[in-house]
């Protein structure tokens, strides 16, 4: 009778985890390391090899600290943006750019709530939403922040972030979106997002200046082949 009572206890256990699992994501460290593991099988399997941000944060909320010799050189051998910030190649992973931090508790204009650029809810949980420049970084996009856990999404954009290398976090408060303010952190892209699916939504959008910059900004790529194009 012991026996099967510590049994029924371990299975209702593991139902538990599982559940808590699919509402909150991977939180712990076992799992995280796992994840890594096998994007790193994942990549060399494709013949690419991806090198994940490494560092700690200094509390757990912002970026880990970025290497300012590797700015510097940035900054010296490639276009700056308004910003000051280096525009890096396309094919670029590692790249060293200004964050910024959005909430939809914001209210802006033409920003329904909680929806971002696609129609779909923003993000925060174990993968998070962020914004950017489409025409820079395509639609689907995913990065991770060195020092954080969490793997970003590029699936929204917004008017002050054409033309720059800027990307923009999102936060699910302005709380939280003001304690983050304005970070330079070192990212690694671990999967380009879908050009396609960029020009595709960007054409019938056309109307609005900052939608036709990145629109043709990308179509530019795309038809000079310096994009790879799935």
Request: charged share 25%; proline share 4%; net charge positive.
């Amino acid at each position: 009778m012991t026996s099967l009572a510590i049994s029924l206890l371990l299975t209702a256990c593991a139902e538990i985890d599982s559940t808590t699992a699919k509402v909150d994501g991977i939180h712990n460290g076992s799992a995280n390391v796992a994840a890594k593991k096998n994007l790193q099988k994942s990549s060399q399997k494709k013949g690419k090899k991806v090198t994940l941000p490494s560092g700690k944060s200094p509390n757990g909320f912002h970026p880990a600290p970025y290497s300012k010799a590797a700015l510097a050189k940035a900054k010296a051998s490639h276009r700056r943006d308004k910003h000051g910030m280096p525009t890096y190649g396309d094919k670029k992973r590692h790249r060293i750019v200004r964050t910024t931090a959005y909430s939809h508790e914001e209210n802006e204009v033409g920003a329904p709530w909680r929806k971002n650029a696609i129609g779909t809810y923003l993000k925060y949980g174990q993968v998070r939403s962020a914004a950017a420049d489409w025409s820079v970084l395509p639609v689907g996009t995913k990065f991770k922040i060195k020092g954080l856990p969490h793997t970003y999404i590029v699936d929204d954009y917004g008017s002050a972030l054409v033309g720059t290398n800027t990307v923009d976090i999102y936060h699910p408060n302005l709380r939280s979106m003001r304690r983050w303010g304005t970070q330079t952190a070192e990212i690694t892209i671990t999967q380009w997002g879908d050009w396609n699916r960029t020009l595709n939504i960007l054409k019938g959008r056309k109307k609005y200046k900052h939608t036709r910059r990145m629109y043709y900004a990308a179509k530019k790529k795309v038809d000079s082949g310096q994009v790879v194009v799935r």
